[in-house]
């Protein structure tokens, strides 16, 4: 095999060893899967080693299998450094900036930031992949990801934004109707609206399984549900701090809340990044120190409204809930 098929066909190979599926892989490559197995095959063959272990319905890598990824993993994002390095004017601001954030995160800052960023530096373009798939910045198109998580990999720059906390909240009609849960465990005899495939809320000293009516996977809706005083809700607080403050919703189980979480902005270690991505930057990082410098996003108002919440809720963990 000539050496510019051979490196054809270990391109085709560490798809295939990255999904563990030639119909996916044959999919992602635009190729067919006949076409696909006969090239690995060949490598095979030509390397004079089994790569990939087949059955019906699975593929596996053999152990000179994952050699082979290894060291195609590691020339994949070389490749995909200097298709960066060398797309990138680094003198003006100007290019595509891409990026991969959660949807929520999207919503509630992202676009945002971006449009106000954009009216300083009109010649950047800046595309958001918005999902909560945690795609691979060494290998994946991306310049920067916004992501939940305390441990960001060793292999990327991580600069922590934004803490967060889960919180539960209601509407006051809900409230008054069914009245407030005084520990975790009360939450069993409330109607708690669910993200789907979600039935257990962590708290500061246990998780607890909830039930309820209504399960959706998308926590916008689920907050509307809340605010129609259809039950109780557990979401980041960041999704419903107008709310908060407006006292439209309520804050129950305050003193149960579990620790913080970050949201992290994350990139790839580049020796000369473009002078469009070393701005952004900057102004993400500016945007969060400037308006939420010890992660106070709740107004005063809605701070006192949370102190009473917490009072209340002691009051009737100590005395009994005089409303049920």
């Known amino acids: 095999m000539r050496e510019h098929k051979k490196l054809e066909s270990l391109m085709l190979f560490s798809e ?6 030639f119909t996916q892989a044959a999919e992602a490559l635009g190729i067919s899967r006949g076409y696909l197995s006969e090239q690995i095959k060949r490598l095979e063959e030509a390397l004079g080693t089994a790569l990939l272990i087949r059955s019906t319905r699975h593929v596996r890598l053999t152990e000179d299998g994952t050699r082979v990824h290894e060291e195609m993993r590691g020339m994949r994002r070389s490749l995909l450094g200097l298709e960066r390095s060398l797309a990138q004017d680094h003198d003006s601001l100007a290019g595509q900036i891409r990026l991969t954030a959660p949807a929520l995160f999207t919503e509630r800052f992202l676009v945002d930031i971006v449009k106000a960023f954009q009216r300083r530096h009109p010649e950047v373009s800046i595309a958001i992949d918005c999902s909560y798939t945690r795609h691979d910045l060494t290998l994946a198109d991306f310049d920067l990801a916004f992501r939940a998580t305390h441990r960001p990999p060793d292999t990327l720059v991580a600069r922590p934004l934004l803490a967060y906390r889960h919180i ?13 849960p005084a520990a975790p465990a009360a939450l069993k005899a409330h109607h708690c609206l669910t993200w789907s495939g979600a ?10 399984a909830v039930e309820g009516r209504l399960a959706i996977n998308d926590h916008r809706l689920l907050k509307r549900e809340c605010l129609r005083g259809a039950g109780i809700i557990r979401v980041a607080d960041y999704l419903v701090e107008q709310e908060l403050a407006e006292g439209a919703l309520e804050e129950v189980l305050a003193d149960h809340r579990p620790a913080p979480q970050t949201i992290q902005l994350m990139y790839p270690r580049l020796s000369h990044p473009p002078e469009r991505l070393k701005a952004f930057i900057a102004f993400i990082e ?7 410098p010890q992660n106070d996003r709740l107004a005063d108002a809605a701070h006192r409204r949370r102190l009473g919440a917490v009072e209340r809720d002691r009051e009737r963990a ?3 809930d005089p409303e049920k």
């Open 318 to 320: 100590r005395h009994g």
């Open 168 to 180: 539960c909240c209601a509407a006051p009609a809900y409230l008054a109707a069914c009245g407030r």
């Open 16 to 21: 295939v060893a990255t999904r563990l599926s």
């Open 199 to 208: 039935g257990d809320w962590a708290f500061s000293s246990a998780s607890v």
């Open 286 to 292: 500016a945007h969060f120190a400037t308006r939420y």
